[in-house]
């Protein structure tokens, strides 16, 4: 059977706020069997714990922030995605601010945590969300389903008014269980526009933002000397936040995840329609000695194994 995941030993990183720009420090714990992800705030009097799920998530501007009570962490899209690659079920997120730091603003520093704490399977099986039937949410021209798919895919197309955005490098269609999340996803920075940033910043967003950590474009172009790291890097990165998003279940998905322009808000909306339609999906586990399950368990796992080349390593650092 596919087994649980956890990591084997405690690790920490530090860095800053995308949007208060405090500086913070995450600590990442093993966990047991069936806890689930759990942030828990230590910087309070009271600590504080949020288990990860669609019904936590209490903010969608600009970032997903789960809480409950006067308890908040934001942006945690970036380090969900990163778990949802890696596998991982259990683990304890400890953090000492009200932030996740925004690192590069990709989720290789987080796969880079989660591969120096190294990975540990736990004595029972993995349970995965089979997605069997159509759920749609809309929002005006925005839209984002979940379809029944033999694997995990995610098919996104943006839509920007700007001349950097062509149409060829609007959509993507990546099938995780054929294709590295390592090598097609994980280094796809967040974005922004320029005439946006004083906006922000007046509304208490984006302090932390600069161009270490996030690609910026004026009217007409990209202002990153270094440009871009993948040619169709902005909508890569909506992937990558809608599969921390999505990772709010707790549980892998088997099935294709398609929107247009969809964001933060309307991804959870999916998921907590998902919640309210039992009769659209099933919780699985997956065998790769069960003849009915094995070429699904035999790709997940081949999907398991990317890891951090040295290339990727040293954008990291």
């Known amino acids: 059977m596919i087994r649980q995941r956890t990591i084997q030993k405690s690790v920490h990183t530090s860095g800053v ?24 705030r230590t910087d309070q009097k009271k600590v504080s714990e949020v288990k990860a799920s669609p019904d936590a998530v ?13 308890s908040r962490i934001a942006t945690v899209e970036h380090l969900m995605s ?17 932030e996740v730091p925004i690192m590069d603003g990709s989720s290789i520093p987080f ?10 399977e736990q004595e029972s099986s993995k349970k995965f969300v089979l997605i069997k039937d159509v759920i749609e949410v809309k929002d005006k021209d925005k839209w984002a389903r979940f379809e029944p798919y033999d694997g995990f895919k995610v098919d996104f197309t943006i839509d920007f008014p700007h001349p950097v955005f062509t149409e060829s490098t609007n959509q993507v269609a990546v099938d995780f269980y054929n294709e ?28 932390g933002g600069s161009l270490d950590n996030a690609i910026v474009l004026d009217e007409y172009k990209i202002i990153n000397s270094d440009g871009l790291r993948y040619e ?36 959870n909306k ?16 997956l065998n790769s000695q069960d003849p009915k399950t094995s070429d699904l368990a035999n790709r997940y796992l081949n999907s398991m194994n990317g890891i951090l080349n040295q290339e990727m390593i040293e954008v990291y650092q």
């Open 180 to 207: 590295s999340y390592i090598t097609e996803i994980s280094r796809a920075r967040t974005f922004g526009f320029m005439q946006e940033v004083e906006y922000l910043r007046s509304n208490g967003l984006a302090r």
């Open 82 to 98: 990163a778990l949802s690659a890696k596998g991982i079920d259990n683990i304890i997120v400890e953090i000492d601010g009200s």
């Open 17 to 40: 706020g995308l949007h208060n720009g405090e500086k913070v420090t995450i600590t990442l714990k093993p966990a047991e069997i069936d806890q689930g992800i759990i942030f828990r």
């Open 232 to 267: 169709d890097e902005f909508v890569r990165h909506k992937i990558l936040d809608a599969i921390g998003d999505l990772y709010m279940l707790g549980h892998s998905i088997i099935g294709n995840f398609k929107a247009y322009k969809s964001g933060h808000e309307l991804n």
């Open 58 to 70: 209490k903010d969608t501007k600009m970032c997903s922030a789960i809480g409950q009570d006067t």
């Open 270 to 285: 999916l998921l907590l329609a998902l919640q309210s339609h039992k009769e659209s999906w099933s919780l699985i586990t």
């Open 111 to 120: 796969i880079y945590l989660l591969q120096t704490a190294k990975i540990r």
